[in-house]
């Protein structure tokens, strides 16, 4: 089960799908885009439109299967059929690119966040100014 905290539903066709950053994602994107740094500028480098939506396929689908790989670790017996990216363009409109774009941000955030904890001195260790 993928904690809703770290994913993002978005609706492809008629289906909701969650968004998730694996492990195994953040590698893929490392792969193509040099890390997830690199993959900010490359959506801001004034690449045509039909690049750019090719780039927000390739990443929704990408992501979009990280939920289905991970039902289908859970549910041997349910299995869902992944994504491929000639579904996506097939079942999207070119409008929904600013929203999948905001959901991809959304995701990589959830997906890079760090949670710190910070414990209460008992003072013992800290020095005067």
Do not use: C
Request: proline share 2%.
């Amino acid at each position: 089960m993928i904690d809703d905290n770290r994913a993002t539903e978005i609706t492809i066709g008629q289906e909701k799908y969650k968004l998730f950053l694996s492990t195994k994602a953040f590698m893929e994107i490392s792969k193509r885009y040099g890390g997830i740094e690199q993959l900010g500028e490359n959506f801001l480098s004034g690449k045509s439109i039909e690049e750019t939506l090719s780039e927000v396929v390739w990443l929704v689908t990408l992501l979009a299967n990280q939920s289905i790989i991970i039902h289908n670790l859970q549910h041997p017996n349910d299995k869902k059929e992944l994504l491929t990216e000639g579904f996506v363009e097939a079942v999207t409109e070119p409008f929904e690119l600013s929203y999948y774009k905001n959901a991809l941000l959304a995701t990589m955030t959830k997906g890079t966040k760090r949670e710190v904890i910070s414990e209460i001195s008992d003072g013992k260790n800290l020095q005067g100014a």
